[in-house]
Nanobody
């Protein structure tokens, strides 16, 4: 399974960006999709995730500013980021928990990361 992330870039504080991550390959079903980030000198942290049924969860630092969504038909997860702050600067990674058949346990795949820089 391969994940292709896109949408990163540079933006001024208060600006917006939309990240996309498309999963392809041998996927029977997707249990959950998520975005993580790793800022300079920091550990990777969960930003937001969304379950198969559409239940979402957000880090406190992004609640009210970021929105995670998905397109099941395209196996794609999105992260709409509004009111961006300098502290949102990081490499953003998508992660997908998927199954290759009905009977197998869930596996995890990571995207390659996309840089988001918030600076004036």
């Amino acid at each position: 399974v391969q994940l292709q992330a896109s949408g990163g870039g540079s933006v001024q504080p208060g600006g917006s960006l939309r990240l996309s991550c498309a999963a392809s390959g041998s996927i029977f079903s997707i249990d959950a999709m998520a975005w993580y980030r790793q800022g300079p000198g920091k550990q990777r942290e969960l930003v937001a995730d969304i379950t198969r049924s559409g239940i979402t969860n957000y880090a406190d630092s992004v609640k009210g500013r970021f929105t995670i969504s998905k397109d099941n038909a395209k196996n794609t997860v999105y992260l709409q980021m509004n009111s961006l702050k300098p502290e949102d600067t990081a490499v953003y990674y998508c992660r997908v928990a998927y199954r290759t058949t009905y009977y197998t346990s869930a596996l995890a795949a990571w995207g390659q990361g996309t840089q988001v820089t918030v600076s004036s």
